[in-house]
């Protein structure tokens, strides 16, 4: 029965040495890119791992249910942290690529209008699926009352479930990291975009007008690739399901963020030094 019983602790702590080698490895791509890559290499990469943070940061809020939520017994979208964490990142990064023109700041808010519209849209309709569909209220299993209306829950959920449907601190939740997924996605975009751009014409000995569709399918093949390794990596460190910046799993962001700046520096370098080298 101990082993029916166990309760998994799989990512609950954090490990001290493991994130210090984490920024070690951090900083020495960085010296590499300072060597290799100054100047534009060196700021596209920097604007990379930000973009890369902001994504892994991001997912935390996303509230994800998995199958269970599928069933009605656990809050969130019935899908995995990593799809739906790309499904709202790269709606805003498609949005923040057509602002790409009038500039960074734009594009990058644009980009977080467009990843948060779809979060909202996708959460609004997953509690009308819920409350109509499968008649029963959104109601959270992890806190007592919600922390932002105080409305309690647990006159609301259902016995021997976690909770179901999309309370109000989660639906904000979602569309936080739907914001902060769209706009990270459309930075390491418009970062790579000015970067190829500016190089490619000297590589190829043609001119810019030539050069813009190659440019702008690279920096979106790239920027792509980057929002599904930090996606991934999220979802590994949430192991599961989560209810968005109430439920206990996300106080593990720091982990998180640590892993995801050194998986975008290493992935950005690499699109950096590709350019440059």
Known sequence: MTAVAAKPAAGSAMNPMAMGVGVILLLIILAIAYELAPGIGLMALIGIIIGGVLIGFGVHFVPVGGAPAAMGQAPGIATGVAMLAAGAGLAGLFGGAW?????????????????????????????????????????????????????????????????????????????????LGGAGGTLIYIMLLNLYTANLPGIMQVTAAQVAPIAVSMAGIFAVGLFLVNAVLTAYNITGTIEGPHDPKFKRWPRAIVASAVASALCGLIAVLIVVV
Do not use: R, W
């Open 99 to 179: 602002a790409a023109g009038e500039g960074t700041l734009v594009a990058v808010v644009t980009g977080g209008v467009g990843g948060g519209l779809m979060m909202a849209i996708t959460c609004m309709m997953v509690n009308f699926v819920y409350v109509f569909g499968m008649g029963i209220p959104a109601a959270s299993g992890k806190v007592a009352k919600d922390p932002i209306t105080g409305d309690t829950q647990a006159e609301y959920k259902s016995q021997g479930t976690e909770g179901h449907g999309l309370p109000f601190v989660s639906f904000v939740g979602g569309v936080t990291g739907g914001i």
